[in-house]
């Protein structure tokens, strides 16, 4: 799941919120934007948003990083 340690003093983790769509089988779909994320040690601060699906009681039950190196984003 999340790991709080992959965060890094100035990734500005939280800067954005917001609910991606309805919930769906008890979940909310939630992304954060992390916009000074380093992607990896050669794209400083390019950001990165994290997909979570929060339940009912507000605990996550997954959570994804996305960069622009995650396949299927970015260039």
Not at 19 to 47: I, K
Request: charged letters at 15%.
């Amino acid at each position: 799941l999340f790991d709080p340690g992959l965060l890094a003093e100035g990734d500005r983790f939280g800067s954005s919120v917001a609910q991606l769509d309805e919930p769906a089988l008890g979940q909310v779909p939630v992304v954060v934007g992390a916009p000074g994320d380093d992607a990896d040690a050669n794209t400083a601060d390019s950001g990165a948003a994290w997909l979570f699906a929060v339940q009912p009681d507000f605990s996550v039950s997954g959570a994804t990083r996305v960069t622009n190196g995650t396949q299927g984003f970015g260039s």
